[in-house]
Protein backbone atom coordinates (compact mmCIF):
# COMPACT_ATOMS: atom_id res chain seq x y z
CA UNK A 1 0.00 0.00 0.00
CA UNK A 2 1.18 3.57 -1.00
CA UNK A 3 0.49 6.22 1.77
CA UNK A 4 -0.48 9.48 1.11
CA UNK A 5 3.44 10.79 2.80
CA UNK A 6 5.01 8.69 0.55
CA UNK A 7 3.59 10.15 -2.77
CA UNK A 8 4.18 13.55 -1.62
CA UNK A 9 7.46 12.81 -0.91
CA UNK A 10 8.08 11.40 -4.49
CA UNK A 11 6.09 15.06 -5.52
CA UNK A 12 8.39 17.09 -4.05
CA UNK A 13 11.54 15.22 -5.34
CA UNK A 14 10.12 15.10 -8.98
CA UNK A 15 9.38 18.76 -8.44
CA UNK A 16 13.21 19.67 -7.36
CA UNK A 17 14.97 17.35 -10.05
CA UNK A 18 12.54 19.27 -12.61
CA UNK A 19 13.92 22.67 -11.31
CA UNK A 20 17.60 21.42 -11.27
CA UNK A 21 17.04 19.57 -14.79
CA UNK A 22 14.99 22.01 -16.78
CA UNK A 23 15.94 21.14 -20.24
CA UNK A 24 15.70 17.18 -19.82
CA UNK A 25 14.61 14.95 -22.49
CA UNK A 26 14.44 12.29 -23.63
CA UNK A 27 17.87 10.70 -24.60
CA UNK A 28 17.88 9.14 -28.23
CA UNK A 29 17.60 11.20 -31.56
CA UNK A 30 15.07 9.92 -34.18
CA UNK A 31 12.51 11.38 -36.43
CA UNK A 32 10.03 8.22 -37.06
CA UNK A 33 9.06 5.32 -35.07
CA UNK A 34 10.71 3.28 -37.19
CA UNK A 35 13.93 5.36 -36.52
CA UNK A 36 13.87 5.24 -32.51
CA UNK A 37 13.17 1.19 -32.82
CA UNK A 38 16.38 0.67 -34.92
CA UNK A 39 17.62 3.03 -31.64
CA UNK A 40 16.04 1.31 -28.93
CA UNK A 41 17.55 -1.84 -30.49
CA UNK A 42 21.11 -0.30 -30.44
CA UNK A 43 20.90 1.05 -27.29
CA UNK A 44 20.70 -2.07 -24.71
CA UNK A 45 24.24 -2.05 -23.01
CA UNK A 46 25.35 0.97 -25.09
CA UNK A 47 25.56 4.81 -23.92
CA UNK A 48 23.09 7.36 -25.64
CA UNK A 49 25.82 9.71 -27.14
CA UNK A 50 27.48 6.02 -28.67
CA UNK A 51 23.99 5.11 -30.27
CA UNK A 52 23.17 8.98 -31.20
CA UNK A 53 27.09 8.70 -33.36
CA UNK A 54 25.80 5.83 -35.38
CA UNK A 55 22.46 6.80 -36.37
CA UNK A 56 22.48 9.95 -38.30
CA UNK A 57 24.40 8.16 -41.33
CA UNK A 58 22.38 4.76 -40.65
CA UNK A 59 19.13 6.40 -40.73
CA UNK A 60 19.91 8.60 -44.00
CA UNK A 61 21.18 5.28 -46.02
CA UNK A 62 17.76 3.06 -44.40
CA UNK A 63 14.68 5.00 -44.57
CA UNK A 64 12.01 2.38 -44.25
CA UNK A 65 11.78 -1.76 -43.04
CA UNK A 66 12.45 -3.08 -46.41
CA UNK A 67 15.78 -0.91 -46.87
CA UNK A 68 16.44 -2.69 -43.84
CA UNK A 69 14.98 -6.13 -44.15
CA UNK A 70 16.35 -6.61 -48.03
CA UNK A 71 19.89 -6.26 -47.67
CA UNK A 72 22.80 -8.76 -46.22
CA UNK A 73 23.18 -8.80 -42.77
CA UNK A 74 26.51 -8.34 -43.14
CA UNK A 75 26.12 -4.66 -44.72
CA UNK A 76 23.94 -4.00 -41.56
CA UNK A 77 26.58 -5.06 -39.17
CA UNK A 78 29.27 -2.62 -40.91
CA UNK A 79 26.89 0.06 -40.34
CA UNK A 80 26.56 -0.49 -36.76
CA UNK A 81 29.87 -2.15 -35.72
CA UNK A 82 30.89 0.11 -33.21
CA UNK A 83 28.14 -0.29 -31.48
CA UNK A 84 28.51 -3.24 -28.85
CA UNK A 85 27.03 -6.47 -29.53
CA UNK A 86 26.36 -5.27 -32.90
CA UNK A 87 25.60 -8.75 -34.75
CA UNK A 88 23.05 -9.73 -32.58
CA UNK A 89 22.04 -6.44 -32.79
CA UNK A 90 21.91 -6.28 -36.79
CA UNK A 91 20.27 -9.77 -36.43
CA UNK A 92 17.57 -8.29 -34.41
CA UNK A 93 16.87 -5.30 -36.48
CA UNK A 94 16.10 -6.93 -39.93
CA UNK A 95 14.23 -9.77 -37.98
CA UNK A 96 12.31 -6.74 -36.69
CA UNK A 97 11.34 -4.74 -39.48
CA UNK A 98 10.79 -8.65 -41.75
CA UNK A 99 8.37 -8.76 -39.07
CA UNK A 100 6.78 -5.12 -39.24
CA UNK A 101 6.87 -6.44 -43.65
CA UNK A 102 4.59 -8.99 -42.52
CA UNK A 103 2.43 -8.38 -39.81
CA UNK A 104 2.33 -4.55 -39.98
CA UNK A 105 2.36 -3.00 -43.87
CA UNK A 106 5.90 -2.22 -43.09
CA UNK A 107 4.91 0.51 -39.94
CA UNK A 108 5.65 -0.30 -36.53
CA UNK A 109 2.68 -0.70 -34.63
CA UNK A 110 1.37 1.04 -31.54
CA UNK A 111 0.40 -1.53 -28.92
CA UNK A 112 2.64 -2.70 -25.88
CA UNK A 113 1.38 -6.32 -26.69
CA UNK A 114 2.57 -5.98 -30.38
CA UNK A 115 5.86 -4.12 -29.76
CA UNK A 116 7.05 -7.30 -27.38
CA UNK A 117 6.39 -9.85 -30.12
CA UNK A 118 9.35 -7.96 -32.17
CA UNK A 119 12.85 -9.00 -32.04
CA UNK A 120 15.05 -7.49 -30.01
CA UNK A 121 12.20 -5.25 -27.80
CA UNK A 122 10.84 -6.01 -24.35
CA UNK A 123 8.62 -4.08 -22.30
CA UNK A 124 11.47 -1.11 -21.48
CA UNK A 125 12.07 -0.40 -25.08
CA UNK A 126 8.28 -0.83 -25.98
CA UNK A 127 7.43 1.71 -23.48
CA UNK A 128 10.26 4.05 -24.66
CA UNK A 129 8.77 3.55 -28.34
CA UNK A 130 5.56 4.01 -27.10
CA UNK A 131 6.05 7.03 -25.57
CA UNK A 132 8.24 8.90 -27.44
CA UNK A 133 7.39 8.00 -30.49
CA UNK A 134 3.59 7.44 -30.38
CA UNK A 135 2.77 9.60 -27.28
CA UNK A 136 1.18 7.00 -25.43
CA UNK A 137 1.76 7.13 -22.02
CA UNK A 138 0.82 3.85 -20.68
CA UNK A 139 4.00 2.85 -18.32
CA UNK A 140 7.10 3.81 -17.21
CA UNK A 141 10.72 3.43 -18.73
CA UNK A 142 12.69 1.40 -16.38
CA UNK A 143 16.46 1.41 -16.88
CA UNK A 144 19.13 0.83 -14.85
CA UNK A 145 19.52 4.50 -13.58
CA UNK A 146 15.75 4.22 -12.79
CA UNK A 147 16.40 0.89 -11.00
CA UNK A 148 19.40 2.40 -9.05
CA UNK A 149 17.82 5.81 -7.96
CA UNK A 150 14.50 4.56 -7.21
CA UNK A 151 15.94 1.70 -4.90
CA UNK A 152 18.15 4.32 -3.08
CA UNK A 153 14.87 6.92 -2.89
CA UNK A 154 13.21 4.19 -1.15
CA UNK A 155 10.25 4.13 -4.25
CA UNK A 156 10.29 0.09 -4.48
CA UNK A 157 12.29 -2.43 -2.86
CA UNK A 158 12.20 -4.81 -5.58
CA UNK A 159 15.35 -5.27 -8.78
CA UNK A 160 12.74 -6.86 -10.97
CA UNK A 161 11.84 -4.01 -13.73
CA UNK A 162 8.28 -4.67 -14.10
CA UNK A 163 8.08 -4.99 -10.43
CA UNK A 164 9.90 -1.73 -10.08
CA UNK A 165 7.48 0.09 -12.78
CA UNK A 166 3.95 -0.95 -11.20
CA UNK A 167 5.64 0.46 -7.85
CA UNK A 168 6.34 3.43 -9.37
CA UNK A 169 3.08 3.62 -11.47
CA UNK A 170 1.15 3.34 -8.06
CA UNK A 171 3.64 6.24 -6.47
CA UNK A 172 4.08 8.66 -9.22
CA UNK A 173 1.11 10.58 -10.62
CA UNK A 174 0.80 9.85 -14.72
CA UNK A 175 1.41 13.07 -15.84
CA UNK A 176 5.18 12.34 -14.84
CA UNK A 177 5.68 9.40 -15.79
CA UNK A 178 6.81 10.35 -19.52
CA UNK A 179 9.92 12.58 -17.54
CA UNK A 180 10.39 10.41 -14.79
CA UNK A 181 13.23 8.46 -16.65
CA UNK A 182 15.16 11.42 -17.88
CA UNK A 183 15.09 13.27 -14.69
CA UNK A 184 16.40 9.54 -13.61
CA UNK A 185 19.17 9.37 -15.80
CA UNK A 186 20.29 13.06 -15.83
CA UNK A 187 20.29 12.76 -11.68
CA UNK A 188 22.24 9.43 -12.07
CA UNK A 189 25.05 10.85 -14.06
CA UNK A 190 25.86 13.96 -12.91
CA UNK A 191 25.35 12.88 -8.83
CA UNK A 192 23.38 9.49 -7.94
CA UNK A 193 26.14 7.59 -9.78
CA UNK A 194 26.35 3.88 -9.23
CA UNK A 195 29.80 4.36 -7.12
CA UNK A 196 29.82 7.00 -4.14
CA UNK A 197 27.16 9.21 -4.99
CA UNK A 198 27.58 13.11 -4.41
CA UNK A 199 24.79 13.57 -1.49
CA UNK A 200 26.34 16.59 -0.18
CA UNK A 201 25.39 18.19 -3.79
CA UNK A 202 22.54 16.43 -4.54
CA UNK A 203 19.15 18.60 -4.60
CA UNK A 204 17.06 15.70 -2.79
CA UNK A 205 19.29 15.00 -0.24
CA UNK A 206 17.19 15.81 2.88
CA UNK A 207 14.39 13.67 1.00
CA UNK A 208 16.58 10.65 -0.02
CA UNK A 209 16.58 7.41 2.48
CA UNK A 210 19.81 6.62 0.89
CA UNK A 211 19.13 2.85 0.68
CA UNK A 212 21.91 0.74 0.44
CA UNK A 213 23.96 4.02 -0.15
Same mark, same amino acid.
Given at each position: ? =??? /????RA????RK? $?? !???? @??YY?? +??SP?E #???? @? =?L???A??? #???S? @???????? $??????A??????LE??????N? +??N????I???? !?M?I???? /?? &??? @?M???I???G?G?K??????????N??E /?????T? &????S??L /?F???Y?P??????LM?????I??K? +????M?D???A???????????? &????L??? &???
Open positions: M =IFL /GEREAKIIL $KA !KYPN @TRLN +FSL #LLAA @T =ISAQRDE #LVNV @TPKLFKKY $KSAPDYNLPVSQKDIKRVF +FRKAKAQNAC !KLKQYG /GK &VPD @TEELQLPIRSANAILINAFKV /GIVVDH &VIRLLR /GTRDDEKIERDKLIPKNWP +FPWLKHGRICVPKRPKCPEC &VVNECPK &VGV
